[in-house]
């Protein structure tokens, strides 16, 4: 491009103090758009050493842990649930190369159905790994349990409920108080200061003065948490700071979507449609980066042999 | 519009931003620094605060040098030197070496590209702010200690070591709960914002490297200075995300309980020293790259000849960078890698020398034949390159993998990352503060006390750092408070601490003439006192705010050398200025960001001592920043126009026969 | 788009993105079917070399057809792909060396609570280290 070309545009003011200036540039790529792509180069090294510490800690530790039997990864996992959220992040990112596209038409109205839709799909990939990462954390495990009535019998039945131990008392306490608050046995050995508070906070701190004897019968699926395992530190801090992104790409999008009702935008509608086409370039790269994730830390667990306990 | 075309920015109206709040354009004083989005006195801001920590990080190391000085003295506890030494390194790598880089990046990268400013201005005020957050936090940290020995902050886990005491590199284990106290908390965060600052301003120069040069001014015509800003920008943006990570996992081992490197729950620590070098060793070629861009710049100058092999050296910059990422694990040599690994890695490590030995053939190449001027930049590089040689030559020697087993956490390491980080990225630093100090400050500095600081310094690095390569190998222990004094370290230690407070003398009489130089009142250098060869010399002294009045349109390397000697003068851009230069709004956001990441790191700290109703505060810092963010996105650009002079030739240039070989000093 | 010297006018502009459009529907039906051939395929019997290859390969695939084109790098400059790609191999270089770098047989065999995933050295490697087996 003749240098002269470029500097017509070089101090082009548009009289207005609030008009962006729009200078050319050296290489004809917009800056912000050169900027997103270095962004997103950075955040490759970042999404990387992320992975990498969850493979490199799989590969030192098969069963996931220092001891076997901590975690059991597979019945953990909920392979269908996982999919069904990658189907829908592949689709929120479909509509989001749609939203690109109506901006650059100049179709706003366009545009807002699109960035609708893929807020509704993040929103939607977000909640399955908000209920994914708790079903983790709960697990699920079988208990016998006896309980004294008011009557002073002695009822035995089976709960199902998380596999901590200590949580799904609390749990179990719960729900038996809830429908027969008349069966919570305040025992004479108690101290002064306990025999004093509510029912409801005696409960909250004594579970077992409604459920005196629980017992663990089969874990179906072991509870995953941060602290029980250094699979369960490596897959929550990926898989959540994957899910933070998300959000601030939700964020973002709610953002430019309140801002296509301002009217700013249809004064300067090329400015608009970069701004948007950065916003989904980070769209974009989430959902690569889910690509690899969901390869690498979901799938990969079903092979035979990669996991021991398989 | 006529209210927005002004010849001072004192004249404006008052402009609204996209918020309705009034622009801070008008400021001077105070409130305009505090709103500036003008790279040149950003770059004044980062050097200023530099030069500072450079003098905090160095009493930290003349106490180090006093308590080694003679053998088993209890002038501080074991405790206190393991802090100084953390902070010593901290602070002079983070608050030091890369402020004054940013600095000199910030400030001379637009000019001699031929902009006006950087790519985005407010994120740069941003960088800046974010940078004083972490600055400021990882200092409060004395402040905090000081309040612990007088009993006013107990944290909870009864341990004292508030100002952090586990290294700048930060092991784990010892960097786990049990072990140190909120000092690792804070020395987390302030990395953590640190990074965010380098990170933000990383990006910024990249785009305007790559996208804000002059007409004409192709890649291979740029100042080597400005390449390696790219490179060392480059380093930047892709080895600051995995540390990044590691302190994000050891914060989260020491808040949450995680197992990512607790051993008692299956976490390894050598991923840990993996993780840490994959961005320590890129690290250090960001410290060193800049000055190496600066010595680039200054050989040529004073030999009065271009520089030698110009694309070898840009591409040399380039491999460095690079390999650079290939090396990491040549700090671990001691560890038990395996054979294999061991042998790549010390490999790769004799082979990054290579292109650094390229690259100091080409600046002996660049002096070779030249008519050599010697002024205070030119002994400063010219120590640069014979001192940083010295500190490579023991760098291949630890990259040997069984001598390094022997030299491994013995002073001798330390003698070679001070003769690569003083004689080598301080030298250039150095060089560069009394080569451009005309072109901020108007004036120049006191030349005759640059030769006795110069003397000073590269005496004062050579009696400090010399003798520590025979004590390592004779076999004294870093990071230990005091040895015993029957085992021949005692005299050695003593020139090592005499040359430290000469190097320390040295380094404060140059900050203080710094400090004399930028609050003078005489502007009188003119705009090229040394007959240099790029774009910023053919620009007044000090330069105005709008840079270049016109845009230069360049057609050769060296365009204002050319200009000036070989017939070939630089147009410009004919455009139409009538309505001015536009000139980007100032505003308040930036710093308000960055003060919601101090609120941030303080909170965490805080929460972690005990605290009660700390995480509130964490959470409102996250807050502030996010706010202040959206303020910053819905203000807009804004903008006004200063009215320029129109003549289309620059200032004209001294003619060569009147200038005097050296500028020497008035004073 | 890029501020290039010849701004394409508004016909041209329609046209084009409508092209991009046919193209994305295409891109998305393609993407569905694949992540279905990835999760059925790990519950087929084929050995499981077979079976991570065809991972890999197919999330490949997937990552490229994505910033190809909802991306827009295939109708970018080529700069912008050096830049990501730059980044990319660095991060994949770095992750495959650190696989390499971290072995099983470097845990402490103590806290591996199954000695059955104990890689022990051979004698000769361990003699040759100037270790004895313990």
């Known amino acids: 491009m003749s240098d002269a070309a470029v500097l017509a545009h070089a101090d082009d003011s548009h009289g207005s103090a609030e008009a962006h200036v729009e200078h050319a540039t050296a290489t004809g790529i917009d800056t912000k758009k050169l900027v997103m792509w270095l962004f997103l180069a950075s955040d490759c090294m970042f999404f990387g050493t992320l992975i990498s510490t969850h493979l490199v800690y799989r590969k030192v530790y098969p069963y996931g842990s220092n001891e076997k039997g901590v975690i059991d990864i597979i019945k953990t996992f909920d392979i269908q649930l996982t999919s069904f959220s990658t189907f829908i992040l592949l689709m929120s990112s479909f509509l989001m190369a749609l939203a690109v596209s109506a901006m650059h038409k100049g179709q706003i109205k366009s545009f807002r159905r699109a960035c609708i839709g893929v807020m509704i799909f993040g929103l939607i990939f977000l909640t399955g790994q908000v209920y994914e990462f708790t079903h983790f954390f709960d697990g699920h495990a079988v208990y016998t349990f006896s309980v004294r009535t008011a009557a002073g019998e002695s009822i035995s039945s089976t709960y199902e409920g998380p596999a901590d131990q200590t949580r799904a008392k609390a749990d179990l306490a719960r729900r038996l108080f809830r429908d027969h608050p008349d069966w919570l046995a305040v025992p004479t050995t108690a101290n002064a200061a306990d025999k004093a508070l509510a029912p409801a906070a005696q409960l909250a701190r004594h579970p077992d003065w409604i459920v005196p004897a629980m017992k663990q019968v089969k874990v179906e699926k072991p509870s995953l948490s941060m602290q029980n395992s250094v699979f369960g530190s490596t897959f929550f801090l990926m898989t959540g700071t994957h899910g933070c992104h998300v959000a601030i790409g939700v964020l973002w999008l709610a953002s430019m979507y309140l801002y296509s009702f301002t009217g700013r935008m249809q004064k300067n509608m090329h400015g608009a449609a970069i701004d948007i086409e950065i916003c989904g370039l980070y769209w974009h790269f989430v959902d690569i980066v889910w690509i690899v994730i969901f390869t690498a830390v979901y799938l990969v667990e079903y092979i035979p042999g990669y996991n021991p306990v398989q | 519009m006529s209210s927005t075309l002004v010849h001072d920015k004192t004249e404006l109206s008052v402009q609204r931003s996209g918020l309705g709040l009034p622009r801070p354009d008008r400021f001077v004083g105070w409130r305009d620094w505090a709103t500036t989005v003008d790279h040149k006195k950003i770059g004044v801001m980062y050097g200023a605060a530099a030069c500072f920590f450079f003098l905090v990080g160095g009493v930290e190391a003349l106490t180090i040098r006093t308590q080694l000085a003679r053998p088993m003295q209890h002038i501080i506890t074991a405790q206190l030197y393991n802090q100084l030494f953390t902070m010593h390194g901290t602070t002079m790598i983070f608050l030091g070496v890369m402020p004054l880089s940013a600095a000199f990046f910030n400030f001379v990268i637009p000019l001699q590209i031929g902009a006006r400013d950087v790519a985005f201005p407010r994120l740069n005020a941003f960088s800046l702010w974010t940078f004083f957050a972490g600055a400021s936090l990882l200092n409060f940290s004395w402040f905090l200690q000081v309040l612990n020995i007088i009993g006013l902050l107990n944290p909870v886990d009864g341990r004292t070591d508030i100002v952090p005491g586990g290294g700048w590199f930060g092991y784990a284990s010892l960097t786990e709960r049990p072990y140190t106290g909120i000092g690792t908390d804070v020395w987390v965060l302030s990395l953590q914002i640190l990074g965010v600052a380098s990170l933000a301003a990383a990006f910024n120069f990249i785009a305007t490297i790559i996208n804000l040069r002059a007409p004409g001014m192709t890649m291979m015509r740029l100042p080597v200075f400005c390449w390696m800003t790219l490179v060392t920008s480059f380093l930047i943006i892709f080895a600051f995300p995995p540390i990044t990570i590691a302190l994000g996992e050891l914060l989260f081992d020491r808040t949450f309980g995680t197992n990512f490197f607790r051993v008692e729950g299956g976490g390894q620590p050598i991923f840990w020293q993996h993780l840490f070098w994959v961005f320590g060793h890129p690290e250090v070629y960001i410290l060193i790259l800049p000055a190496m861009g600066i010595v680039s710049e200054v050989l040529p100058t004073f030999s009065r000849k271009p520089l030698f092999g110009y694309p070898i050296i840009v591409f040399s910059g380039a491999v460095i960078g690079l390999l650079g990422f290939a090396v990491w694990s040549h700090h671990m040599f001691a560890t038990g890698l395996g054979k294999v690994a061991t042998a790549a890695f010390s490999l790769l490590t004799m082979a990054i020398a290579v292109p650094t030995g390229v690259k100091i053939f080409n600046w002996i190449g660049t002096l070779w034949g030249g008519r050599v001027r010697y002024s205070v930049p030119m002994i400063f590089s010219l120590g640069f390159v014979w001192e940083f040689m010295l500190g490579g030559f023991s760098g291949v020697m630890h990259a040997a993998a069984p001598a390094d087993a022997e030299q491994h956490d013995s002073y001798f390491i330390i003698a070679h990352f001070h003769y690569v980080l003083l004689g080598g990225a301080v030298m250039g630093l150095l060089s560069g503060i009394y080569y451009w100090m005309p072109k901020i400050s108007g004036k120049m500095m006191n030349q005759k006390l640059g030769y006795w600081v110069s003397a000073m310094v590269i005496g004062g690095i050579n009696v400090t750092f010399g003798p520590m390569h025979y004590l390592g190998l004779i076999g004294m222990t870093r990071r230990t408070y005091t040895y015993l004094g029957d085992k021949g370290w005692n005299d050695w230690n003593m020139v090592c601490t005499i040359g430290a407070f000469v190097l320390g003398i040295g380094i404060f009489l140059c900050f203080m003439d710094l400090v004399v130089t930028m609050f003078s009142k005489n502007r009188d250098c003119g705009p090229d006192p040394w007959n240099a060869r790029t774009l910023e010399w053919s620009l007044p002294s000090p330069v105005p705010a709008y840079n270049f009045a016109r845009l230069p349109i360049v057609s050769t390397r060296d365009a204002w050398w050319m200009d000036k000697h070989a017939g070939i003068p630089i147009e410009y851009d004919q455009a139409d200025l009538s309505h001015g230069v536009h000139m980007p709004s100032q505003s308040w956001m930036p710093m308000g960001a960055g003060f919601g990441f101090f609120m941030f790191g303080l909170g965490i700290v805080l929460m972690s001592a005990g605290i009660p109703y700390c995480g509130y505060l964490a959470i409102s810092g996250l807050c502030t920043t996010t706010l202040f963010i959206y303020l910053w996105a819905l203000e807009g650009p804004g903008g006004y126009h200063l009215i320029v002079p129109t003549e289309s030739t620059p200032p004209s240039p001294t003619p060569a026969r009147s200038r005097a070989p050296v500028a020497v000093s008035h004073h | ?134």
């Not at chain 3, 991306?71 to 994949?92: C, S, T």
């Open chain 3, 1 to 134: 788009m890029s501020a290039t010297a010849h701004p394409l006018s508004q016909a041209e502009l329609l046209d084009q993105e409508n092209k991009r459009y046919h193209a994305f529907i295409n891109l998305a039906l393609f993407l569905s079917v694949f992540t279905g051939v990835e999760i059925v395929v790990i519950f087929l019997p084929f050995p499981p070399a077979v079976l991570f290859t065809t991972l890999i390969t197919v999330s490949v695939i997937k990552f490229f057809c994505v910033i190809l084109w909802f991306m827009h790098l295939i109708y970018d400059a080529p700069l912008l792909i050096i830049l990501f790609v730059a980044g990319l191999v660095l991060a994949a270089g770095t992750m495959v060396a650190l696989l390499n770098l971290m072995a099983r047989s470097d845990v402490d065999p103590g806290i591996l609570h199954d000695s059955s995933l104990v890689i022990r050295a051979t004698p000769a490697d361990q003699i040759m280290n100037g270790f004895t087996v313990v």
